[in-house]
Structure formats: structure tokens, C-alpha cells
């Protein structure tokens, strides 16, 4: 539904090309666009309004209108303006200098505290720290329970010991200086910041274990609201950090950017997926791209770097643009980016790839047949599948459970795209930098002519 | 089907073809840039990774009940709770604003902007925005209307366009036979909470509830619902923590059949609509319902007051995969306005039923489109 950003501007930019020179009403035009997506990625609307006014500035003057093209200029200082405002200080946990360090988490209900509190130990623990999980949230149902499950699960010592939030903070405080713990992570009740009650027994947390790093979790959903919150919690307990929750999912996420303007706070950490180990530290220039609708290269490639092994990469690369990938090689590689996660969400990730492909439908378990016919093939077929006869198409066929026309659709595409990737690769290589050109033939309508 | 194979090769490859050609130049220049001394994004050595704690889910056991032998009295609640009363804070901002609107005479450009900023800072969406502040300018013009009219006919626009969606809001029992809610939603925006306070609602109305706790993902979860059922004094099945949510849907099922349980509410683990495993769990587990001819009644998105403009998105895969019947707005106690539910009646006819309106089991409301809208511009 969301058009990126560059889409739009270049249907802008294609009609003032003819005229060469940026007019303000031109700037204007881009600044509404500009507004349109940021809105659409939630970006608080009187931030957009302070945000737009400083990239309108940046673009009446030189560097874009001595540009051959202003629009990958307007984009380009959009981005950098976007990185500065997300990024700024380095977002770093403040450690004390006589431990146990304290670290507070506060934020609404189901923002993802609990998940947060357990996944950041587990970084923590990682670092070499010995962290102890302190569970203050006595509000919600079983939610010490849930911190009890995780803790378990990452071997960190959970402590929820008193009648009174406060009181288990304080005792939280007292056990980790017991078991010799050097950071203690606090995670208290999701509360409405207009909660007037409950923020005061935030406050009250915060004065008895005087945190070294409050910590803000937001989760990326959220919308408009996301500034009155910041605000209403950074002056409760003077915020010093963010942790940015649930960007595995498709949100724009501009809260992020919302967030950031109001409080003035670095983001630190973000939650990226249902598992523990899913926590990174937070990434200014993702997140503008994500914002932007730019596709998440550097994560993917993140990604890819730990599902692939480098020098096969290199080998794989090198045989795809002289022509002798083979299905072995496909094999082979296609095993690997298994290991990242449904094609579907990989291929959407991509910039530049043509919007019939975007939204293909893709069967996961397509993926699997295919697998197993090319697994029902001799090495020689594999290398060279050119000797595959009628015979060995049956033999194949019943080998991996499929019928012999499956085996032709696999065989023909597999020529086709090959053949379309070494031309590719070789355009590529004079020089292009970005992937933004396409293979002839893939582009609009592009999968019509491939004869599917 | 040779179709679906050779697009999924099609799409392999490039995917593929897109990797091995980007990847060997980045990696490169992220060496180039450690080597300069900047930190590149630190990159943790890939761990092991941990083997979810997962019980086999081949073997359920016979799910253990907790039947709680003294129902807890239910007091009716005293005085329902008003949406109006507990939208304070969302009718101040809109008054804030109406009361500059109502400086009388002509309505300018300005005043059509500042309606425009209104209605996006409460997460209406640019598209129903414009459809909104379009709608309000017809009346406008149709009246002859000044500054002063301005919230009447914001109001009436928004209350039309959502009773346009649906006229009946009231949830749906079965006319025989078990009647089963399904609450599905993301992370994190109250389907627990919700369950649980349904749950209360429907035995004050005389039902005799069961909960299915079908969120056997996110620890300790089960064991929420579990206290909530001991408080209301209802019946919970449950499964093993990590094991499968349609086998308790299943058992939960059984066990409505065998005790004369003629409301079955599931909650299941939430889950983001991009995750397709989730998605195709999710089907699976309605599907295990509809074993029930009739049985399924609701299936009902529960989406946070302070979701934004993802909210269409959600709405949208989970209409696609288990076909919504209605939304849950939960948490609009807050200064969050929900207005993302306008965007989501407009473009899927999926009509808001409920709203939460706190953490206490009697806050949940009907939603009522003439309240909201009051609300909303009073």
C-alpha cells in the first residue's frame, strides 16, 4: 500500500527534469510528499512539522539545485537528516563505577517489558556482565512468572522478593550485592503515563534503587501517541535511554523518530523477533531507511552474512556471472538462505525488486519440492542438465514425489533466470553501483514474458 | 502446480542472485570500515542457537482443568462504564482544538488544516483523513455552515461513516449447540486482559464460559488466564507450556461438549502478521473450531488504542487469514485516540465491537459509533 518514498518523487522529478531548475513551489510539492510518508510511518505530527521545515531549508539551497538529480539529492538529505535525528550520542548503558549497576524499565502495558527485561540480560550476559532480573510488575497476572520462565531459560537469577513494587526493588538490590550480581535489571508494571497513581510509584521505584539507565520500551507500533508518552516518562524519571520493540513486524516504525525529538534520549537496543537472542543494538540509518520505506538492506545483509559462508558466496558469484551456476550451486545456496527466514519476507526486504515479485505469493513448501527434485538428480544431471531425457525426467518425477511437468517447470526456469542473471551480473559489474536496474524482462510485466 | 514451482525458483533466484551479488561488496566495505577504526555495526559471532524450550507437542497430555469449586459471586457492575466519561482526555484535546475552530465566522484554510492535524494526531490515517475532512467540507458547503458548526458536523460525518460499516455490534452466539470466540491480535495489545473480561461480562449475562488458553508461546501465559478463571470462577483448559495451541483448542472444545460449557473463549498467543508460520498456526486453529459446524461465532482482532497507521496492516492480514468479525479496541484510557479504527471500518467493513477502557475487569464497553463520535468532537 505504501509507495516508497522514492517512487513517489521520481514521478516528480521525471516532469521538472525537462525544466532543469528546482522553483520553491517544486520544493513545496516534494515537502508534501515528504510529510505523506512520514505521516504514514507515524511519525508524530508536529515533529513532521518541525522536520519538514529543517529538510526545506537544507533543499533551497546549493547542493540541490546544483544537482543533475535533485531528487536522489532531496532523498538523500531527507536520509541524512533522518540518521542525525535518530542517531546523535551514542546510545551506551551507563555503567557504575561500584556495582551493581541499575537499570529501570518502565513503559505502557504490552509494550514488551518483560520480553525486553530478559532479552537485554541475556546481551548483557553475553558481554561477560553477570546481570540479576528483578520482577516488580505485580500488577498483571503471572507476569513474575513469565520473567521466572525466561530467566530460566537464559540461566540469569530472577529475584521478586517484597509486598510493594518499590520494597521488591529494594530487596532486588540487596540479592544481587548477595549472589554477587553486577547489573541488575529492573522491570516494573506497564502503566498510562496519564496514570497519575502509578506513575508516582514509578517515581517512588526510581528514588529507592536510583537507576544508572532508565529505559523507555516503545513498542514500534505505536502511533501518534508515542511523544505524549515520552514526555509524561521523561519527566517522571529522567529517561536516559530507549529500547525500540516488535520491529520484526512491518511497521515504519516512526514513533522511533517521535520519540527521539521529544525526549532527546538515545535509542539503544531494539527488539527484533519472538526469540531471545532476537535484541541488537539500535541502528540510526536502518531505521531511517525503514522510515522512508527504503527497503532494509544492511539488515538483510546482516542477516545473510550469518546464514552464508563468505567463500562460497565468492565462488557462487563468480560462477553466476560467467554462466556456470548449476543446479548444485542453487542447491547449495538455496539451503543457505533457508536459514534466514520465509523468501517472502527476504524478497520484500529488497530494494528494487519489481512489485509482481513483491507480491507473488510464495509457498514455503514449494520450496521443498523443489529441493527434492533436484535432489533426486545425479550429480552429472545436476552439473549438466542438459542430459536429462524423458527417462530420467520420470526417474526424477518419482524419485522426489512430484510428476514429470513439475520437473520441466523447475528445469525451464532455472535456464531462464540463470541466463538472466548472468547478464545481470555483468551489467552490474561495468559499474552500476546500486541494485535499483533490473534484468531485462523483469521489469512491469516483466513475469508475463517469463512464461509462468 | 508446476506454475507455483517455477515462480518459487523464480523468486529463489533473484533473491538469491541479489545476495550473492550485493553481499561480497558490502562485507568488503564493512572491512574497509573496521579497519579505519569506525565501528561497524558490531556483528555478535553467530551463537548456537538455543533450542527453544519446546515440549514435544507429538504427545498431549490430557490437559489438566482447573475447576474452581466455589464460583466466585459475580457482582453485576454497579453502573456501567461510560465510553463518554472515560474519554475525557481524548474530548480535551478535541475541544482544545474545536475551540479555536469556534472563533465563528467564515472557516478558513486554516481552520480546515488545523481539523486535518486533529484528526491525523489522533491516527485517523492520511486516506480517511482526506475522505473525513472532504466529507465535513460537503456538509459545509450544503449548509452554508460557519466555524461555529464545525464539530456538529465533524461529528455527524464520523458516527455516519461508522454506522454505514455496521448496524449491529452486539457479539454473536450460536442459535444451538457451543458458540466459540477466537481473540487473535499482535503482541502485546490485550488479548488476555480481553479474554478474561469477556469472559466476566458473559457469565454475568448467565453463559457458562470456558477458556482455552491457546497461548502456549509467551511464558507464563496460560498461568495469566489460569488466575484470571480462578478470580472469575470459570473453567480454563490449558496445554503444556511450548506445546500446541490447536490440540488445547481441540481438548477445549471436548471439554465445553462434556461439562455443557456453551461459550468457549480462546485465547491465542500474539503474533505479528508478517510472520506467515504464525499466520498459517492461526488458521489452523480456526479450522480445528469449525470442526463444530456453527460453533465459530467471532473472531476478534484486539488492536491498542495507541497503534498507528500498522493498524491497517494488521487488519488486513489477519482479515486474510482467519476473516475477522470484529475489532476489540483495548486501552483507550489512555490520551491514545484509536482513531486508526476509522481507517480500518473504511477500508475492510470490519465494525469495532468493544472497548477496553482499563485494567479492571468491568472496563470493557460496546462501542457505540454516536458515542465516539460525540466524544470525540464535544
New interface residues.
Given amino acids: ?1 505504501f509507495d516508497s518514498l522514492s517512487d513517489r518523487f521520481d514521478g516528480i522529478f521525471t516532469r521538472l527534469r525537462s525544466r532543469g531548475k528546482l522553483t520553491e513551489k517544486d520544493i513545496d510539492e516534494v515537502a508534501r510528499e515528504i510529510r ?1 510518508a512520514l ?4 511519525v ?2 508536529r515533529v513532521v512539522k518541525s522536520f519538514i521545515a529543517r529538510i526545506k531549508e537544507r533543499a533551497n539551497g546549493a547542493e540541490v539545485a546544483k544537482s543533475l538529480s535533485p531528487g536522489q539529492q532531496v532523498i538523500k538529505i531527507v536520509h541524512e537528516e533522518l540518521v542525525t535525528t535518530l542517531g546523535g550520542a551514542a546510545g551506551k548503558l551507563t555503567m557504575n563505577s561500584r556495582p551493581p549497576t541499575v537499570i529501570l524499565l518502565a513503559g ?5 517489558k518483560t520480553t525486553a527485561a530478559a532479552k537485554l540480560a541475556r546481551f548483557l550476559e ?1 558481554d561477560g556482565k553477570r546481570p540479576l532480573l528483578v520482577g516488580a510488575d505485580l ?5 513474575v ?6 530467566g530460566e ?1 537464559i540461566g540469569v537469577p530472577v529475584a521478586s522478593d517484597g509486598a510493594d513494587p518499590v520494597e521488591v526493588a529494594r530487596n532486588g538490590i540487596e540479592e544481587a550485592n548477595r549472589l554477587g550480581r553486577n547489573i541488575v535489571i529492573v522491570d516494573t508494571a506497564g502503566r ?3 496514570d497519575t497513581e502509578l506513575m508516582d510509584e514509578l517515581r517512588a521505584i526510581r528514588d529507592a534503587v536510583n537507576p544508572d539507565d532508565a529505559l523507555l520500551v516503545v ?1 514500534a ?6 511523544v ?2 515520552a514526555e509524561s516518562f521523561a519527566e517522571t524519571i529522567d529517561l536516559t535511554g530507549i529500547v525500540l520493540t ?1 520491529l ?5 516504525g ?2 522511533a523518530l517521535s520519540v527521539k525529538e521529544v525526549t532527546g534520549r538515545p535509542i539503544m537496543f531494539a527488539g527484533v523477533g ?4 532476537d535484541f ?2 539500535f ?1 540510526p540509518d536502518r531505521m531511517a531507511s525503514r522510515i522512508l520505506g527504503m527497503g532494509d ?2 539488515t538483510l ?2 542477516k ?3 546464514a ?1 559462508d ?1 567463500d562460497d ?2 565462488v ?2 563468480e560462477k ?1 556471472r560467467t554462466g556456470d551456476f548449476t543446479l548444485q550451486d ?1 542447491l547449495d ?2 539451503r543457505q ?1 533457508k536459514k534466514m527466514g ?6 520484500a526486504m ?1 530494494p528494487g ?1 519489481p512489485k509482481e ?1 513483491r507480491n ?1 505469493e ?3 513448501k ?2 521443498g ?2 529441493e527434492a527434485i533436484i535432489c533426486s538428480m545425479t550429480l552429472e544431471e545436476r552439473n549438466n542438465p542438459s542430459v536429462i531425457d524423458g527417462s530420467r525426467r520420470i526417474r526424477i518425477a518419482e524419485g522426489s514425489g ?2 514429470p ?2 520437473v ?3 528445469l ?3 535456464k531462464q ?2 541466463q538472466m ?1 548472468k547478464q ?2 555483468k551489467v ?1 559489474k561495468k559499474g552500476k553501483r546500486r ?1 535499483t536496474g533490473l534484468p531485462p524482462g ?1 521489469g512491469s510485466g516483466g ?1 508475463g514474458g ?1 512464461e ?1 | 502446480m508446476s506454475d507455483s514451482l517455477a515462480l518459487v525458483v523464480l523468486v529463489a533466484i533473484f533473491a538469491l542472485a541479489a545476495f550473492l551479488i550485493v553481499l561480497p561488496r558490502i562485507v568488503r566495505r564493512r572491512e574497509a570500515e573496521r579497519e579505519a577504526g569506525r565501528p561497524g555495526p558490531a556483528r555478535p559471532a553467530a551463537p548456537p542457537r538455543p533450542t527453544p524450550v519446546v515440549a514435544p507437542p507429538v504427545e498431549v497430555e490430557a490437559p489438566f482443568e482447573v475447576e474452581v469449586e466455589a464460583p466466585v459471586e459475580v457482582e453485576a457492575p454497579a453502573e456501567p462504564v461510560r465510553l463518554r466519561d472515560r474519554l475525557g482526555k481524548t474530548r480535551a484535546s478535541f475541544a482544545g482544538l474545536l475551540g479555536t475552530l469556534r472563533r465563528g465566522g467564515k472557516i478558513d484554510d486554516e481552520a480546515w488544516d488545523e481539523l486535518e492535524e486533529a484528526l491525523l494526531l489522533a491516527d485517523v490515517g492520511m486516506t480517511t483523513t482526506v475522505a473525513v475532512v472532504q466529507g465535513v467540507r460537503t456538509r459545509a458547503a450544503a449548509a452554508g455552515a460557519d466555524a461555529d458548526t464545525l464539530p456538529d458536523l465533524l461529528r455527524d460525518e464520523i458516527t455516519e461513516r461508522l454506522e454505514a460499516t455496521a448496524s449491529d455490534r452486539s457479539l454473536q452466539h450460536a442459535a444451538d449447540g457451543p458458540t466459540v470466540w477466537l481473540m487473535v491480535g499482535v503482541n502485546g495489545v490485550g488479548k488476555t486482559t480481553t479474554t478474561a473480561k469477556l469472559a466476566k461480562r458473559e457469565i454475568a449475562d448467565g453463559h457458562r464460559v470456558l477458556l482455552a488458553a491457546a497461548d502456549t508461546f509467551r511464558a507464563a501465559a496460560a498461568d495469566q488466564l489460569a488466575t484470571w478463571a480462578d478470580r472469575l470462577g470459570c473453567a480454563v483448559v490449558r496445554g503444556q507450556d511450548g506445546g500446541d495451541p490447536g490440540a488445547v483448542v481441540y481438548d477445549a472444545m471436548d471439554a465445553a461438549a462434556a461439562r455443557g460449557s456453551d461459550l468457549v473463549i480462546v485465547d491465542t498467543a500474539g503474533r505479528l502478521h508478517t510472520k506467515v508460520n504464525l499466520m498459517r498456526e492461526l488458521e489452523k486453529l480456526k479450522r480445528i473450531v469449525e470442526r463444530t459446524p456453527g460453533a465459530l461465532q467471532e473472531v476478534l482482532l484486539v488492536l491498542d488504542a495507541s497503534t498507528g497507521q500498522n493498524g491497517l496492516t494488521q487488519a488486513r492480514e489477519f482479515v486474510g487469514a482467519v476473516d475477522i468479525t470484529g475489532v476489540v479496541l483495548t486501552k483507550l484510557d489512555g490520551t491514545a485516540k484509536g482513531g486508526i479504527v476509522l481507517a480500518i471500518e473504511d477500508e475492510f467493513g470490519v465494525p469495532v465491537k468493544l472497548v477496553g477502557l482499563g485494567e479492571g475487569a468491568d472496563d470493557l464497553v460496546p462501542f457505540d459509533p454516536a458515542e465516539f463520535a460525540a466524544a470525540l468532537v464535544e
Fill in positions: 500500500m505523506l505521516l504514514e510511518a507515524d508524530n505530527v505502557l502495558q504490552g509494550s514488551g553475553r500488577q498483571r497476572p503471572a507476569a512468572e513469565q520473567l521466572r520462565v525466561l531459560r498510562l503515563q496519564i513498542d507500533m505505536t502511533g501518534q501517541e508515542a505524549n508518552v516488535k520484526d513486524g512491518d511497521a515504519r516512526g514513533a519472538e526469540k531471545l537472542e541488537e543494538p541502528y538492506v544492511l545483509i546482516e545473510a552474512e550469518a552464508f563468505a558466496v565468492a557462487a558469484t553466476l542453487f545456496q538455496m538462505m520465509p523468501l517472502q519476507n527476504l524478497v529488497l525488486v515479485l507473488a510464495v509457498d514455503e514449494e520450496l519440492k523443489v512430484t510428476s511437468q513439475d520441466n517447470a523447475v525451464k526456469q532455472f533466470v540463470a542473471m545481470f551480473s552490474n541494485m523483469l513475469i517469463l509462468l
